[in-house]
Antibody, heavy 120, light 107 residues
Framework: QVQLQESGPGLVKPSQTLSLTCTVS??????????WAWIRQPAGKELEWIGR???????DYNASLKSRVTISMDTSKNQFSLMLSSVTAADTAVYYC????????????WGQGTLVTVSS | EIVLTQSPATLSLSPGERATLSCRAS??????LAWYQQKPGQAPRLLIYDAVNRATGIPARFSGSGSGTDFTLTISGLEPEDFAVYYC?????????FGQGTRLDVK
């Protein structure tokens, strides 16, 4: 069974860059049947899809965040990462990584989530 | 960009009752609609994908229906563990999006 685990700083200062890593176990992220996605959820609010990456190099971003987001992969560590630049308090949220089934379906396996607070 | 509108915002029912949750899309998503369950402090759990298919390990009391713009999640015979927030999700149109959620409370 695939498992995902987010890691990274829980506190980021305004205008700085948020950086998170998702470590995948139970299967390789090089499996070309899947994408690997980031989704966030501000406290008490709905889920917001951020973007995803595929082993082919294909990357898709939510247009609302595209100018600030970079998603990358490290196949040697079976990890993928999120970087979000120029953060503000509005970026405070629980950040989830997930496996995306691409054309075959939605996100099916999720990490437990990690809270990132943007504050000075 | 597609907007998913869920109704009602809150649904108060008793264990054993039937729950009917709705999700309406601002334009057609064909059958590319999923439902997730989320409990406090937990990640969303996939229940239904492609409108009608139960995900692995999901009990038969959960069922989905609909196509195009109108979708329904039905929970037949509520169990205590079913009280949670439910989100619909579309993957038909970029970017993928979620509804605002329906909170299912114990009456």
């Amino acid at each position: 069974q695939v498992q995902l685990q987010e890691s990274g700083p829980g506190l980021v200062k305004p205008s700085q860059t948020l950086s998170l890593t998702c470590t995948v176990s139970g299967g390789p992220i090089t499996n070309d049947n899947y994408y690997w996605a980031w989704i966030r959820q501000p406290a008490g609010k709905e889920l917001e899809w951020i973007g995803r990456i595929h082993i082919s190099g294909s990357v898709d971003y939510n247009a609302s965040l595209k100018s600030r987001v970079t998603i990358s992969m490290d196949t040697s560590k079976n990890q993928f990462s999120l970087m979000l630049s120029s953060v503000t308090a509005a970026d405070t949220a629980v950040y989830y990584c997930a496996r995306d089934r691409g054309a075959m379906g939605p996100e099916d396996f999720w990490g437990q989530g990690t809270l990132v607070t943007v504050s000075s | 960009e597609i907007v998913l509108t869920q109704s009602p915002a809150t649904l108060s029912l008793s264990p054993g009752e039937r729950a009917t949750l709705s999700c309406r899309a601002s334009q057609s998503v064909s059958t590319y609609l999923a439902w997730y369950q989320q409990k406090p402090g937990q990640a969303p759990r996939l229940l239904i994908y492609d409108a009608v298919n139960r995900a692995t390990g999901i009990p038969a009391r959960f069922s989905g229906s609909g196509s195009g713009t109108d979708f329904t999640l039905t929970i037949s015979g509520l169990e205590p563990e079913d009280f949670a927030v439910y989100y619909c999700h579309q993957r038909a149109v970029w970017p993928r999006a979620f509804g605002q959620g329906t909170r299912l409370d114990v009456k």
